[in-house]
C-alpha cells in the first residue's frame, strides 16, 4: 500500500506561480514513474508531467515551457513547478506514481486524493 499526500495548491493571479508536491510513503520498492495529471471541470483528465526514476521527462502540450517537473529519490517526492500560470490551468491537480509495491506485488498505479489550483483573470 502507498500513500500520497499532495501539497501546494491554492489561488494565483494569472501570470504568478506555484508548486506543487507529491510525498509518497509505504512500502515502496520501485517508484518507476511519478507525474501529475490534471482535471478542470466538465473536462477529461489530462496529462499534466510525468518523471521517471532516471529522469526523463515528458510533458502535456499545453504545459510545456511553462512548467517543470522534478523528484527527490530519496524522499520519493516529486514537484511540479508552475510558472506563468493561465486561468484555463484551473483543475484539481492529482499526484499518480507507477512502480512496485510491496514484496512480490506486480507493478502497480496509485493516485492521490487530488489538490485544487485556481488560477484568477
Known amino acids: 500500500q502507498v500513500q500520497l499526500v499532495e501539497s501546494g495548491g491554492g489561488l494565483v493571479q494569472t501570470g504568478g506561480s506555484l508548486r506543487l508536491s507529491c510525498a509518497a510513503s509505504?512500502?515502496?520498492?520501485?517508484?518507476?514513474?511519478m507525474g501529475w495529471y490534471r482535471q478542470a471541470p466538465g473536462k477529461k483528465r489530462e496529462l499534466v508531467a510525468t518523471?521517471?526514476?532516471?529522469?526523463?521527462?515528458d510533458y502535456g502540450a499545453q504545459v510545456h515551457g511553462r512548467f517543470s517537473i522534478s523528484r527527490d529519490n530519496a524522499k520519493n517526492t516529486v514537484y511540479l513547478q508552475m510558472n506563468r500560470l493561465k486561468p484555463e490551468d484551473t483543475a484539481v491537480y492529482s499526484c499518480?506514481?507507477?512502480?512496485?509495491?510491496?514484496?512480490?506485488?506486480?507493478?502497480?498505479?496509485?493516485w492521490g486524493q487530488g489538490i485544487q489550483v485556481t488560477v484568477s483573470s
Open positions: 499518480t506514481v507507477r512502480g512496485v509495491y510491496g514484496l512480490g506485488s506486480s507493478v502497480s498505479n496509485y
Open positions: 518523471i521517471t526514476s532516471g529522469g526523463t521527462e
Open positions: 509505504g512500502d515502496i520498492l520501485s517508484n518507476d514513474i
